[in-house]
């Protein structure tokens, strides 16, 4: 189990740090300009990049989950991948945000995306941390 769940995180932080890549305004050609002439990325991009901070750990602890390891190591892994989960979903949505035309391609696509892969790393998660159990309490009912 640890091993499909680990693989899966793996496959959602992949998804994680590539999508905003190709689905942000930027990527689209679209920027503000500024009074001054200047043009800069829109929210979008910010979120973006900050998104490839939470896709890097994440997929970093589906790897360390492929590999057989102590109970509190899981434990822990569990903790990280359920906290980078909620990152990815705060992110678009409350944190940085996304542009506020409902039509630009990262309301669309980026956002509803991420929310997904965040949920689904959270339940991916969720699975680790329920296997990883308390290595006492088997050993109390193996000597019963």
Same mark, same amino acid.
């Given at each position: ?6 693989? /899966?995180?793996?496959?959602?932080? /992949?998804?994680?740090?590539? *999508? !905003?890549?190709?689905?942000?305004? @930027?990527? @689209?050609? #679209?920027?503000?300009? $500024?009074?001054? %002439? #200047? +043009? ?6 910010? $979120? ?5 901070? *939470?896709?890097? !750990? ?6 360390? =989950?492929?590999?057989? @390891? ?11 991948? /359920?906290? +980078? %989960? &909620? ?5 678009? $949505?409350?944190?940085? %945000? *996304?542009?506020? =035309?409902?039509?630009?391609?990262? =309301?669309?696509?980026?956002? !509803? $995306?991420?929310?997904? &892969? ?6 991916? +998660?969720?699975?680790?941390? &329920? =296997? ?5 309490? @088997?050993? *109390?009912?193996?000597?019963?």
């Amino acid at each position: 189990m640890n091993r499909l769940m680990g693989g /899966l995180i793996i496959l959602l932080a /992949l998804v994680i740090g590539i *999508v !905003p890549a190709f689905t942000d305004c @930027q990527s @689209q050609g #679209r920027s503000l300009t $500024t009074a001054d %002439g #200047r +043009s800069i990325p829109m929210k979008c991009h910010w $979120t973006g990049l900050a998104e490839i901070g *939470v896709a890097v !750990p994440l997929g970093l602890t589906g790897l360390f =989950n492929l590999r057989k @390891q102590r109970k509190d190591t899981s434990r822990f892994l569990a903790v990280f991948g /359920l906290a +980078s %989960g &909620a990152l990815a979903i705060l992110f678009p $949505t409350v944190l940085i %945000g *996304v542009c506020g =035309n409902p039509d630009m391609i990262c =309301n669309m696509i980026m956002r !509803p $995306t991420m929310i997904a &892969a965040g949920i689904l790393a959270i339940a991916a +998660s969720a699975v680790l941390f &329920a =296997n990883a159990k308390d290595s006492r309490s @088997q050993a *109390v009912s193996a000597a019963s």
